[in-house]
Each structure stands twice: as structure tokens, then as C-alpha cells.
């Protein structure tokens, strides 16, 4: 159907940004997006500065459990008789 | 009636016994993942031990509810989830809903209008932020945007798994992940541009 305008391909692929990192997307959206940012250095670069943001976010937010609270959790283990 | 033999309640009670045993096994086996999500769930590395150790208590506990064959780690996290939040924590402020018009290209877009437009051919994000920035800017995503951001970025939960987790809808999934995000990549904007 014609609405009359187009939408911004652009506006579009922001819009897919998250779902595609996150692997929720179609295999037709996400070739659609591809197709987009394969054609878009625009878009390509903010892709490519998330993927980067989300790997660092992810690594900065990780904290290794203490191996005291390891032994702690083990103590709860029921009892063998 | 031919179970009630003498023979049949020792063996039951065995089987039950090695059952428990592996549960308890595996859901140890999983404590380190499930560590790092209730770490940043909580504000501080003694709520989540105790956060831990109350978890494992009732799993173990509950052990019988698990369905075998299902996502442990999952199961784990939702009562991990729910004594989380009847600590009370809900008593804190609603999360901020004034408006938040940026997009997800907020970040990049700021950084590019104060003059250091991301060039990753060049530089990594880690050279703009610290690990500090990270972690205080996460925190200061309001809680039920937060834990949804946790679990999917952190947990490696999918937004389905998210949903069963949180009991929400997908759909409450995706909007809290998608408004936690440009909460989480503003508080970023911030420390990156002021740095």
C-alpha cells in the first residue's frame, strides 16, 4: 500500500539496532537491516561503536564470585546420611 | 498394592537421595553465572552474598519444584528474582518516567557533537570509559529497567527467558530493555564527554 512517503531507512535500521545485537530479529529483518548497513557507513559506524559499547559494558560489569561464598553455597547441601 | 513390598521404600528413598545429590551438583555447577547477574542486581558485593545464599537455601530446599529438562539457570534466577524483590526493595522511588527522547545512536551522536567522534579503526570504547563508569552508571538505572538489562546483557538470557524470569510480558521485556539502555547510554554520555 502507497502511504504516501517513505520511510527513513535510516530511522528504521536505529529502530532494529537492539534486536539485532541481541539476535531477536527475523532472518528477514536481519537481512534487511544487513542489506541497509552494508549500503550505510551512517549506520554502519553507530552499529559498530554498540556492538563495541555492549562487549565493554558487559566485560566491565562482570564480578567473579569470592571462592568464600563458593564453599559457603556448598555448605547448604543437604546432608548425606 | 504390590509396591509396598518391603524392598520398595529403601529403593525409593535412593533414587531420591542420587536425584537431589545431582540437582544440588549442577545447580552449583551454575553459581558463578548466577553470581554475576545478582551482582549487579544489588548494589553491594554483601547483598549479593546474601542474595546467594538465600537462593541456594530455598533451591535446595525447593529442589522437587524443578522440572528436569528445563533452563536451571533460569529457575535459579527467578527465585534469585523474587527475594530480591521481597526485600523490600520496591519500597524505593517508581523508576523516572519523564520523557527520554534520544535514540540508540545517543551516544555515538553526543560524543561526535563534542568533537571525538568514535573511530574504532583507532580507538577501542574502553580508552573513553572506566570500569568505574560502567558500574555507576548501571546502578543508577532505576531497578526494573535494570534487572531486565542485567539479564539479557550480562545473564545472556534471551528476552523470552527474560519475561519467564521477571513473570512480565515479552513485550514489558523489550520496552524496559530498549528505555533501560537509553538510560544506561546517556548516564555513559555524560562521564565520556565530561571525562
Not at chain 1, 537492539?18 to 552494508?38: F, I, N, S, V
Not at chain 2, 510480558?169 to 530498549?178: D, Q
Amino acid at each position: 500500500m502507497n502511504l504516501g512517503f517513505e520511510v527513513d531507512p535510516c530511522a528504521k535500521c536505529e529502530e532494529q539496532l537492539q534486536p539485532y545485537l541481541d539476535r531477536e530479529l527475523t532472518d528477514a529483518e536481519r537481512a534487511e537491516a544487513e542489506e541497509h548497513l552494508d549500503n550505510c557507513s551512517y549506520c554502519r559506524k553507530r552499529y559498530r561503536f554498540e556492538e563495541e559499547l555492549r562487549r565493554f559494558v558487559r566485560q566491565a560489569a562482570v564480578e567473579e564470585m569470592p571462592p568464600a561464598l563458593k564453599q559457603k553455597l556448598a555448605d547448604l547441601r543437604t546432608p548425606l546420611y | 498394592m504390590g509396591e509396598t513390598t518391603p524392598e520398595a521404600e529403601p529403593r525409593k528413598l535412593a533414587e531420591e537421595a542420587r536425584d537431589r545429590v545431582r540437582f544440588e551438583e549442577e545447580a552449583l555447577e551454575l553459581a558463578d553465572q548466577v553470581y554475576r547477574v545478582a551482582r549487579r542486581l544489588v548494589s553491594t558485593r554483601e547483598e549479593a552474598e546474601d542474595l546467594m545464599q538465600e537462593t541456594y537455601s530455598r533451591a535446595f530446599r525447593a529442589w522437587r519444584s524443578f522440572q528436569p529438562g528445563t533452563n536451571l539457570r533460569a529457575w535459579l534466577l527467578r527465585i534469585l528474582t523474587n527475594l530480591n524483590i521481597d526485600r523490600g526493595r520496591r519500597q524505593q522511588r517508581s523508576p523516572d518516567m519523564q520523557p527520554l527522547e534520544e535514540g540508540d545512536y545517543f551516544l555515538y551522536n553526543k560524543l561526535e557533537e563534542a568533537g571525538r567522534e568514535p573511530n574504532l579503526e583507532q580507538e577501542r570504547v574502553d580508552e573513553r570509559l572506566s570500569q568505574d563508569d560502567v558500574v555507576s552508571a548501571l546502578s543508577a538505572v532505576p531497578h526494573d529497567f535494570r534487572d531486565v538489562i542485567v539479564l539479557v546483557d550480562i545473564g545472556d538470557f534471551s528476552y523470552a527467558d527474560a519475561a519467564q524470569i521477571l513473570e512480565i510480558p515479552i513485550g514489558t521485556v523489550m520496552s524496559r530493555l530498549h528505555r533501560g539502555r537509553r538510560i544506561l547510554k546517556s548516564q555513559l554520555a555524560e562521564q565520556a564527554v565530561s571525562a
